[in-house]
């Protein structure tokens, strides 16, 4: 029996059943469908990760010195509390740094985690659990900020600890309604603050604003919070090839500036928007480690309807098979026939699965902040499974079917 017949008969048989066929590739489309959609989901957090919030939160060509690492998660509770004793970043290691890096582009200091939120009130208008930043003036050249109005805070607002901010574009709105935001005093916890600049909008990131914020001289934010734990110095250089070296100088100079021996670990840690994309990866490993076992068990149910339907298509079929062999069919091309139907549903199964996986990463993208990017080894994979599962749950039905005794199988229905 030539290939081609073999195909023809298959797609066949798939047809004139439509509703046992349907119900028979159920289990794969969920399965392979899930696959799809779920590994979209994570390759296109990844991706955003790496191309928005990394850049968004740390700055392009941008490192940082920090007291704990960014993938703090991943350390043990033992770990943890050995993180937990290291000195705060301070002023005196920033300005360290900012000898050992003449160079820079801009070297700023941030309070860091936890920032702390308030309320802004302007008149009869209030906003609510705004984000609080204390900056040195390097901050805003880091983050690449770009003033509608006003100015950016400058080294004499730190060095005087004046009662000014800067706010997002998200405030200025509310606040003013479209009203220039320029020397208005605002309240913000219970203290008088003049608005002296509005930044340009950065826009949104999974749904969460960037344009919520209000910064102020780190020495005034101190003053109402104190020292934030986790204060941290950003440094950006000019070129992306000098972050490197960059990095390696920073390193030394805090060593220096903490009069760490050769032997000693650091107590601080300098590190790039590389690290938060390694730790959002190491993350969605876990989701990688248990999707497969998710889709494996649909898999293998769909799998084994597959061959419980083509065991009954075999003694649904007992008479043909023995009327095929009576006129020249050999086992081989009865047990190729049935194993190509079984392949059949399961790359059939595969694309719909493909399809459907698609189309709602597709829905999930188009409704939903979560990001969602279809990656060809995906699909691939997805279509490999489906004719994987083919092949191992049709071999027994369709060696079950060549076994068969042409005379006893044409008796049979007779």
């Known amino acids: 029996m030539r290939f081609s017949d073999i ?26 469908g899930f696959l799809v959609a779920v590994v979209a989901i994570i390759q296109g957090m990844n ?24 993938s703090l998660g991943l350390f043990t509770d033992d770990q943890f509390r050995l993180l937990q004793r290291r000195p705060r970043v301070d002023e005196r290691d920033a300005a360290a740094v900012r000898e050992a890096l003449p160079d820079a582009l801009a070297i700023s200091l941030q309070s860091g ?109 101190e003053a109402i919070y104190g020292r934030r734990q986790n204060t941290t ?14 990095m390696a100088r920073a390193q030394e100079a805090m060593r ?18 590389d690290a938060l994309v390694d730790f959002w ?34 003694t649904e079929r007992t008479h043909e098979i023995g009327l095929r062999k009576a006129v020249g069919a050999t086992s081989a091309d009865v047990r190729r026939q049935f194993l190509a139907e079984a392949v059949a549903l399961a790359i059939c199964g595969g694309l719909l699965g493909v399809a459907a996986g698609w189309g709602l990463a597709a829905v999930i993208a188009a409704f939903s902040p979560l990001p969602a990017r279809v990656s060809l080894w995906s699909v691939g994979l997805a279509l490999s499974l489906g004719a994987g599962v083919g092949v191992l749950f049709g071999v027994y039905p369709a060696s079950r079917a060549a076994k068969l005794d042409p005379i006893t199988a044409m008796r049979a229905e007779t």
Do not use: C
């Open 7 to 32: 195909i023809r008969l298959s797609l066949l048989q798939l047809r004139v059943n439509p509703m046992r066929t349907a119900f028979t590739l159920l289990g794969i489309v969920v399965s392979v």
């Open 47 to 70: 991706a955003y990760v790496k191309e928005n919030i990394a850049d968004a939160m740390i700055g392009m060509n941008t490192f940082q010195v920090r007291r704990l690492p960014i």
């Open 113 to 221: 985690w936890p920032t702390p939120q308030a309320d802004v009130v302007w008149r009869d208008r209030t906003i609510g659990s705004v984000q609080i930043f204390g900056v040195t003036a390097g901050y805003q050249v880091v983050q690449d900020y770009r003033f509608t109005e006003g100015r950016p805070l400058s080294d004499i607002d730190v060095r005087e600890r004046r009662n000014v901010i800067v706010v997002g574009a998200d405030i200025a709105q509310k606040l003013f309604q479209g009203a220039s935001a320029i020397d208005k005093d605002v309240r913000l916890m219970g203290q008088r603050y003049t608005i002296v600049g509005v930044v340009g909008r950065k826009g949104r990131v999974l749904g969460q604003s960037f344009d919520g914020f209000a910064l102020m001289p780190i020495s005034a934010f």
């Open 233 to 246: 110095i950003s440094v950006k250089m000019r070129e992306a090839t000098e972050v490197g070296p960059a």
């Open 256 to 273: 220096l500036a903490r009069r760490l021996r050769p032997s000693d670990r650091d107590n601080f840690d300098v590190g790039t928007a």
């Open 281 to 314: 990866k190491q993350l969605t490993k876990v989701l990688f480690a248990v999707v497969p076992a998710v889709v494996a068990i649909g898999i293998l149910v769909g799998g084994i309807v597959i061959m419980n339907i083509m065991l009954m298509g075999v």
